[in-house]
T-cell receptor, first 117, second 109 residues
């Protein structure tokens, strides 16, 4: 296990197309997070899962965005009918939720950069 | 409103000078506070958390509940400290990190 993996690293698409990003968390981590980061801004929370349950979604996550974590392991983030405003870095992170010293410490992936033309 | 504020977008210091990156937060309850760092071409990573009371790479951060601040300090800046630094409270109710806008630290020779 080499940490949090994200795929693809960079996606260029035309406006109106659908895109899907995949995140593979650290295997023993039960929480998985998606963030979005645009130039000059800090990461903005989108959604998170505990095991397979999606427990919170940001108001930033419009109806065009959907995230899944079907078996409590990897997760996908799909954006339908992409818009130029969706261009950003999409970050995935994972963590533990128990009371261990590692709880609440998010480990981030390298991100998937989306460019919508 | 709940928010975290990092007032400086860019902080430039000379090598060997002291560094202080400011962070103020406005959250109900007692959030756990973190500093994350992103070096050039690397992924976002944890620098330190307030409950650990550790010094990481010479950096320390003291939580001041009265002033609701969590400033990051280092007595002598090194060139390798140049990076983007984010302050981030972890809110138990929300179970997520909320990031500030970040401060770009540039250490000049």
């Amino acid at each position: 296990d080499t940490g949090v993996s994200q795929d693809p690293r960079h996606k260029i698409t035309k406006r109106g197309q659908n895109v899907t990003f995949r995140c593979d968390p650290i295997s023993e981590h039960n929480r998985l997070y998606w963030y979005r980061q645009t130039l000059g801004q800090g990461p903005e929370f989108l959604t998170y899962f505990q095991n397979e349950a999606q427990l919170e979604k940001s108001r930033l996550l419009s109806d065009r965005f959907s995230a899944e974590r079907p078996k409590g392991s990897f997760s996908t983030l799909e954006i339908q009918r992409t818009e130029q405003g969706d261009s950003a870095m999409y970050l995935c992170a994972s963590s533990l939720s128990d009371t261990s010293s590692g709880a609440n410490v998010l480990t981030f992936g390298a991100g998937s950069r989306l460019t919508v033309l | 409103a709940q928010r975290v504020t990092q007032p400086e977008k860019l902080l430039s210091v000379f090598k060997g000078a002291p560094v202080e990156l400011k962070c103020n937060y406005s959250y109900s309850g007692s959030p756990e506070l973190f500093w994350y760092v992103q070096y050039s071409r690397q992924r976002l990573q944890l620098l330190l958390r307030h409950i650990s009371r550790e010094s990481i790479k010479g950096f320390t951060a003291d939580l001041n509940k009265g002033e609701t601040s969590f400033h990051l300090k280092k007595p002598f800046a090194q060139e390798e400290d140049s990076a983007m630094y984010y302050c981030a409270p972890f809110t138990g109710g929300g179970n997520k990190l909320t990031f500030g806008t970040g401060t770009q630290l540039k250490v000049e020779l």
